[in-house]
């Protein structure tokens, strides 16, 4: 085997052969030529054999035993592979370093988008600002759009969706939020276009119950995982969402599974850093008590989020929207500000067991007594 530059890498020789985008942000296929790990190959080989001392040995010399020498040439032997595989992990480093910043640089910041491309197709569904959502293809790539068109919006309905286009763009980018990518204000109205998702956790919960299935637990812990992930991160930047229900968390599937989650549709949404929201909003069922009480006395705060994520935890145990035995939103309502909790089957309750005590806490009357999303989110990772 012939010996190789170990400075290979560090001086910045790094190709990509080839580079093809996968179905997820994070399947990638990276081929890079084989000859370029061949300084790998000195972790077993000759470098490593060069530190065992192989002249004529005498059991004794210098007061020195076999097995005393013996266990010496182990550790020198132990400490050159560490080495070398150290060396290895900050190779590696270098080469993710390098790949992330390649990606940044070739695919995002580089691009420029062929707006005259836009083409827009089928209606999939409606905002709650009373927008309409189609899939659209955008230069090529599959967007969703959110269209208020002018003959129908009043100027409530356009400033609702004004302030999800604010909220939206002024957010960093998060895994688990519905990715915001740019609006159009044109004569025929305005368009908001966003990450296309493949479904909804209210469509996704429909066919599990149409197929007389149940969700899986692990299932209901990694999505929740995820939505209290995303809350988490409004919630840091004083976001309050307001409409939180399985209808507004898009979902995208990998080998037909959910493969991720993430929360859309801010139209009710509002930034709290400087007061607390004080009006009624949101989905009949979903809807804190605090919330229905609402008044320019009586504020709420980031806890009535953490009401609805107790709801859409009941549904995906449940397979059932909250108070669905009630015959009307005034039924409901009542029932929320009684403190009546949706009913669970006995099945749910034994099938679920670990998770009905943290639906329970999530859905608590008092506010104080209810979880904050960051304890809600650390007990989905441990569970």
């Not at 076999?66 to 050159?80: H, I, N, P, Q, Y």
């Not at 560490?82 to 990606?103: A, F, H």
């Not at 059932?320 to 949706?342: C, D, R, V």
Request: hydrophobic fraction near 30%; proline fraction near 3%; charge should be positive.
């Amino acid at each position: 085997m012939t010996e190789n530059n170990s400075d290979e890498f560090n001086n910045n020789n790094f190709e990509l052969s080839k580079v093809r985008k996968g179905n997820s942000e994070n399947d990638i296929d990276l081929k890079i030529p084989v000859h370029k790990f061949n300084s790998f190959s000195n972790i077993f080989s000759p470098k490593s054999k060069s530190t065992i001392d192989k002249s004529p040995t005498n059991n004794n010399i210098a007061g020195i035993t076999k097995k005393e020498k013996k266990g010496k040439k182990e550790k020198k032997l132990r400490s050159s592979i560490r080495y070398d595989l150290d060396n290895v992990i900050q190779q590696m480093e270098q080469i993710k370093k390098e790949w992330i910043e390649y990606k940044e640089d070739k695919e995002f910041k580089n691009y420029t988008i062929d707006l005259n491309t836009i083409e827009i197709f089928d209606l999939i569904g409606s905002g709650g600002s009373g927008a309409n959502v189609y899939t659209c293809n955008v230069d090529g790539f599959r967007c969703a759009v959110k269209v208020l068109s002018k003959n129908q919006y009043s100027p409530r309905m356009y400033e609702q969706i004004e302030k999800e286009i604010d909220i939206l763009y002024n957010l960093p980018r998060h895994t688990h939020i519905a990715q915001y990518l740019f609006h159009q204000q044109l004569e025929t109205g305005l368009y908001l276009y966003m990450q296309y998702y493949d479904s909804t956790l209210l469509y996704h919960i429909r066919e599990v119950k149409a197929k007389k299935k149940v969700i899986d637990k692990k299932v209901i812990v990694s999505v929740m995982k995820k939505i209290c992930d995303g809350v988490r991160f409004l919630h840091q930047n004083n976001i309050i969402h307001r409409d939180l229900k399985s209808e507004n968390i898009f979902i995208n599937y990998k080998h037909k599974k959910i493969h991720n989650c993430a929360i859309g549709d801010f139209d009710t949404a509002l930034n709290v850093s400087r007061r607390n929201p004080k009006s009624c909003v949101g989905t009949t069922g979903y809807i804190a008590p605090e919330v229905l009480e609402s008044s320019e006395n009586n504020p709420y705060n980031k806890k009535s989020d953490i009401y609805s994520i107790g709801m859409i935890l009941y549904e995906m145990m449940e397979l059932k929207i909250p108070y669905h035995q009630k015959k009307n939103p005034y039924q409901i309502s009542q029932a929320i500000l009684a403190g009546e909790k949706p009913i669970l089957a006995e099945f749910t309750i034994c099938k679920y067991k670990e998770l009905i005590p943290i639906y329970e806490k999530c859905i608590d009357k008092d506010p104080e007594k209810r979880y904050s999303i960051q304890v809600l989110t650390d007990l989905f990772i441990e569970l």
